[in-house]
């Protein structure tokens, strides 16, 4: 089941969609046909052309910098990142950086949406909440891997947009709310898993409570003008444990968060 909870709802069901088979790959090959076919100039990408740099963005950017997780390779090489980009961008869209996606936001590195991914450790099946939605491209690798992913975008454009995106796509087990992901799903925890694709100064506490024992959530710390360094925190016995992988450049939360300055 899809979700799409409008703005302004926090815990309503303003649209339910049913899918069978997350991304079935025949379906992506012909939606990745048809927006070729419409998109405009530079997007004239056929579906094999795209496969090839999507398989060689895994083999070159990712695998080579370490990510040896299977799944996660296995997602990366499978979820069309072009589908998940403006049109004007799609040519870039299995380079090596960051690219817009409207709304002053971004969609990030491929190798930090494998990197995130990898630091959950997810083995398949786990329910996962994401903050900061975006596009839609790092739910719908979440997707690929977990049982179900909830994810949260304060920008009700952008999540309108995403949830469009991933129900074209058939994935079927990402739940989209527009709202402020500092307060969590409450309703739908604990969650085993979570990451935040935006910058924050300190662990938003529902999240962490939010989070089920032994889980890990993966986020960007620090500050959110300069740079922060990417934080997996582990839930033992109710407590916080800290690990930190490098430093990153992210968007920041906005909400909630910044009247805690």
Known sequence: MSLFAGEGEPGGRAKIHRRANPLSPLGVIFLGLGIAAFAGPGTS??????AARRKAMVAGQIAARGVRDPLVLKAMSEVPRHLFVPADVVDRAYEDYPLPIGEGQT???PYIVALMTACLTLKGGEKVLEVGTGSGYQAAVLGRIAGSVFTIEINGTLARQAAATLERLGFGNVHVRAG????GWPEEAPFDAMIVTAA???IPPALFAQLAEGGRLVIPLGDVQTYQRLTVVTKRDGKPYIGQVLDVRFVPMTGEILKKK
């Open 200 to 202: 924050a100064p300190e």
């Open 45 to 50: 990408q056929t579906a094999g052309t795209m």
């Open 180 to 183: 402020d992901g500092f307060f």
């Open 107 to 109: 969609i990030s590195q």
